[in-house]
Nanobody, 113 residues
Framework: QVQLVESGGGLVQAGGSVRLSCVAS????????LHWVRQAPGKQRQWVAD???????TYADSVKGRFTISRDNTKNTVYLQMNNLNPEDTAVYYC???????WGQGTQVTVSS
């Protein structure tokens, strides 16, 4: 079965940290550019970060210096380490794999002030 499954979300206080994971199955993981995208209530989806096949990472300005994307091709997993969270980071976080245009179901991150 071709799918992406996110985990690791939850409720965290402002200034705290959370690490999201996204496990892929049914695709050639190492050949995909992987993205994290988030959607806050009432807002459009916002690209957060991506990592290419060579491990090069790119970030949205709003998360640069606070979030770190990484991948482990041996585990078919992409991570998003989120530090120094603030309430504006509250959203459902989705991972996306480029080659099959595949989305996960999302994981909720809620940051309380």
């Amino acid at each position: 079965q071709v799918q992406l499954v996110e985990s690791g979300g939850g409720l965290v206080q402002a200034g705290g940290s959370v690490r999201l994971s996204c496990v892929a199955s049914g695709l050639i993981f190492s050949m995909n550019v992987l993205h994290w995208v988030r959607q806050a209530p009432g807002k459009q989806r916002q690209w957060v970060a991506d990592i290419d096949m060579f491990g090069k990472a790119t970030y949205a300005d709003s998360v640069k210096g606070r979030f770190t994307i990484s991948r482990d091709n041996t585990k078919n997993t992409v991570y998003l380490q989120m530090n120094n969270l603030n309430p504006e980071d509250t959203a459902v976080y989705y991972c996306h794999a480029s080659l099959k245009d595949l989305w996960g179901q999302g994981t909720q991150v809620t940051v309380s002030s």
